[in-house]
């Protein structure tokens, strides 16, 4: 096999203060739901603008809310959804200014822009991506419909990230990527989920390997008291 040939890959170091609480069979998991989520928008998408449009899953993991924020320019597009029984919870959906502007343009029945302009959206332009935005967050719903209950409903746009205020500065944060192309543009949408709306399908798997353990155990002081008084009352004859 030739070096060309080689996967190239990224070590990443291991915090041990504060590890990832996305393990390998999480991560698994997740990747296949969340390739699926992008397969149901795609299709979507193409229903409704009859051009060329492609959604993948980019990469899954797990970040702050202060780094989530870091990663995003000055003036964007970032969609703030709330859950519909706890309004302090709030999940983030940021979509490239570029790749906003792109969208716009097909889902309006435009023709691909050659220079998008560098600006935020404005409220009519806010309001026709948020269609966009509305059934990204639906396919969201339904891929924790099992694990959490978000009944997720838009709250507000941002452009200023300062603003989005999704979080505390350093919650833990998922972080999902998607990699969007539409015409010839492409970019990244991205959506960041408090872990602690999640807690139920994280600890579901640290709960059985527990009870995992607690079936594969030895027989603990209990049992061998028992089997010790059992031995004593058996009526064996020892012959050397």
């Known amino acids: 096999m030739s070096d060309?040939?080689?996967?190239?890959?990224?070590?990443?170091?291991?915090?041990?203060?504060?590890?990832?609480?996305?393990?390998?069979?999480?991560?698994?998991r997740l990747e296949i739901a969340h390739e699926q989520l992008a397969d149901a928008v795609e299709r979507w998408v193409r229903g409704q603008v009859r051009a060329p449009f492609d959604?993948?899953?980019g990469s899954i993991s797990q970040t702050t809310y202060r780094q989530f924020l870091s990663s995003l320019p000055d003036v964007g597009a970032t969609y703030v959804y709330h859950r519909r029984e706890a309004t302090a919870d709030s999940v983030a959906l940021s979509i490239e200014p570029n790749l906003a502007f792109h969208?716009?343009?097909?889902?309006?029945?435009?023709?691909?822009?050659?220079?998008p302009p560098s600006r935020a959206l404005t409220k009519l332009e806010t309001a026709v991506v948020q269609l966009f935005t509305d059934r990204v967050m639906s396919e969201v719903d339904y891929v924790w419909g099992d694990s959490a209950t978000l009944d997720l409903q838009f709250s507000r746009f941002e452009s200023v990230r300062e603003l989005i205020e999704a979080a505390e500065v350093d919650e833990d944060l998922m972080l999902v990527v998607l990699q969007c192309t539409v015409g010839e543009t492409s970019g990244t949408i991205q959506y960041?989920?408090?872990?602690?709306?999640?807690?139920?399908?994280?600890?579901?798997?640290?709960?059985?390997?527990?009870?995992?353990?607690?079936?594969?155990?030895?027989?603990?002081?209990?049992?061998?008291?028992?089997?010790?008084?059992?031995?004593?009352?058996?009526?064996?004859?020892?012959?050397a």
């Open 192 to 239: 960041a989920l408090p872990l602690r709306l999640i807690e139920r399908f994280l600890d579901a798997e640290q709960d059985q390997r527990a009870q995992l353990r607690q079936r594969l155990a030895p027989d603990g002081p209990v049992e061998s008291d028992k089997a010790t008084r059992l031995m004593r009352q058996a009526n064996v004859t020892v012959q």
């Open 103 to 115: 969208l716009l343009e097909r889902m309006a029945g435009g023709t691909p822009l050659k220079d």
């Open 4 to 28: 060309d040939a080689v996967e190239e890959r990224t070590v990443v170091p291991y915090d041990f203060r504060d590890p990832s609480r996305i393990t390998p069979d999480r991560q698994s």
């Open 55 to 57: 959604l993948v899953l």
